[in-house]
């Protein structure tokens, strides 16, 4: 691997200029003002304009790297991908860093790492149990000594090769490394964040939302070019909007989930609305208040039925869009195990199927979507570009 993606024998990754040298030196020079962001970009088009729906890497291409890493970023990158997607938690030094969950245990080594042992806990976060190494209870530097591995081995085992080769990343290590990849490939390449156990963080005194407007405000790249802001939890979003206004550049995500299950800060504070409420047409109408985007998972959109095959689509993306909501949905897997019925083919439940993803992918898009993640952007991009 490069410099770019892999770690050295200090457990440091490249610095902001050392990303910017290394793209310059690969065969892009990174322009003084690269991008400008505007309303007419094709990564930022109304819901009535889009040219082609978005491709999001669902934290990065995660089914052929480890995820939330430098290679599966540039991989996604490499492959098409209109946006990558790093989740964000937060460390005990209160540096934003990439990772789906608070709990390292199936992402990184940890585990592995006798100095650790004793770091060993349970928590609840988001109404759930967990056991395992948590990174509130660790230092970004402490982190850095981490390597990232595949968190499904036995069906992605091509991906668990680059076991050990990426370190954790923080939040501006993403932005830094994006922004050198878009000078190399000469084109926009957008950032959809997601905010992750907000009202966690919060609890143990490390709110992300302030850290994160001020991470976005220190860099000229996020400044000027799309950003798509996810939560599934509600009051974070409406921060977020308080303190951001409505720019050109930024869209606000609301994440859903299905039935009658409660955001985490919803629950926490005693309320009563529900996933399944907000997912009605004056639910909808209450999320384009304060959000861009209504982001269901793709069962809530074509559902299945006891044979596991798609049974006939609700009514969700029509609601959405007459409230004036672009709809994204998350999330499209290309292994069988993850696919409708309709389009798994004669292999194990473990084999990839780049056929039946694409043609699932396809049946979703009919739906007239805006966007929607992948673990693989170049299916991705085939089928949205077909």
Request: aromatic residues 8%; contains cysteine.
């Amino acid at each position: 691997m490069n410099g770019l993606f892999a770690s050295g024998g200090t457990g440091r990754v490249l610095s902001r200029r050392g990303f910017i040298t290394a793209a310059a030196a690969v065969g892009g020079a990174l322009a003084a003002s690269p991008f400008a962001a505007s309303a007419a970009s094709p990564l930022l088009a109304a819901p009535s304009g889009a040219a082609r729906p978005l491709v999001f890497a669902h934290r990065g291409a995660s089914a052929l790297r480890p995820e939330h890493t430098l290679g599966a970023y540039a991989k996604a990158i490499a492959d098409g991908a209109d946006y990558i997607e790093p989740d964000l938690v937060c460390t005990k030094d209160g540096v934003l860093v990439a990772r789906h969950e608070a709990n390292l245990s199936e992402t990184t080594d940890v585990a592995r790492r006798p100095e650790f042992a004793g770091r060993r806990a349970r928590k609840t976060i988001d109404g759930e149990t967990h056991e395992g190494w948590f990174v509130d209870d660790f230092t970004l530097a402490e982190l850095k000594k981490l390597r990232a591995i595949e968190r499904i081995p036995q069906s992605r085992p091509g991906s668990a090769e680059f076991d050990g080769m990426f370190q954790v990343v923080s939040f501006e290590e993403v932005i830094d490394f994006v922004a050198a990849q878009a000078a190399i490939a000469g084109r926009v390449i957008g950032l959809v964040p997601e905010l992750k156990s907000s009202t966690y963080f919060a609890s143990v005194g490390l709110k992300l939302e302030d850290r994160f407007i001020a991470t976005l405000a220190e860099h000229e790249y996020t400044r000027r070019n799309p950003v798509e802001i996810q939560s599934f939890e509600v009051a974070n979003l409406k921060y977020v909007r308080e303190k951001l206004g409505r720019r050109a550049n930024l869209r606000l995500m609301q994440l859903v989930g299905v039935g009658p299950r409660k955001p985490s800060d919803v629950a926490a504070a005693g309320g009563s609305l529900t996933y399944e409420q907000m997912s009605t047409p004056a639910g909808l109408r209450e999320i384009a208040a304060y959000a861009d985007v209504f982001a269901p998972p793709t069962r809530a959109l074509i559902p299945l039925k006891a044979d596991g095959k798609l049974a006939e689509p609700t009514s969700l993306t029509a609601d959405a869009k007459a409230a004036g909501l672009r709809v994204e949905t998350w999330t499209f897997r290309p292994e069988n195990r993850f696919l409708a019925a309709d389009f798994r083919d004669g292999g194990s439940e473990h084999a990839r199927n780049p056929a039946g993803s694409v043609a699932e992918m396809r049946r979703y898009l009919k739906l007239g979507l805006d966007g929607f993640f992948t673990d693989d952007p170049a299916l991705g991009r085939l089928a949205a570009d077909s």
